[in-house]
Nanobody, 123 residues
């Protein structure tokens, strides 16, 4: 079992930046981020594979960058130009085993989830 621990959430003004971190207790094929705003579904944000290949949700619009340190089993989400609509609980997710055709936007394709970290963007 892989344990995921998120950190880095907080309150920031619109236009500001935050960096989220997620440390995994073991190696993973893919690690990513989902977010859930009040009254909304948990939506895909970004994913990075162990190879370094990345996938992003359309709403990122070049503002977010996902990266990982394989030696530390840690994934990061650099969030720039934050907007109030980015306010949500951000959840780290991981898939342990590889896949020939991995579909990062689907929650069932991930095996483990973190507890979530709150990101609040004010105007």
């Amino acid at each position: 079992q892989v344990q995921l621990v998120e950190s880095g959430g907080g309150l920031v003004q619109a236009g500001g930046s935050l960096r989220l971190s997620c440390a995994a207790s073991g190696r993973t094929f893919a690690m990513g981020w989902f977010r859930q705003a009040p009254g909304k579904e948990r939506d895909f944000v970004a994913t990075i594979r162990s190879s370094g290949s990345t996938d992003y949700a359309d709403f990122v619009k070049g503002r977010f960058t996902i990266s990982r340190d394989n030696a530390k089993n840690t994934v990061y989400l650099q969030m720039n130009s934050l907007k109030p609509e980015d306010t949500a609980v951000y959840y780290c997710a991981a898939r342990q085993t590889g896949s020939t055709w991995f579909l990062p936007k689907f929650r069932p394709n991930y095996d483990f989830w973190g507890q979530g970290t709150q990101v609040t963007v004010s105007s």
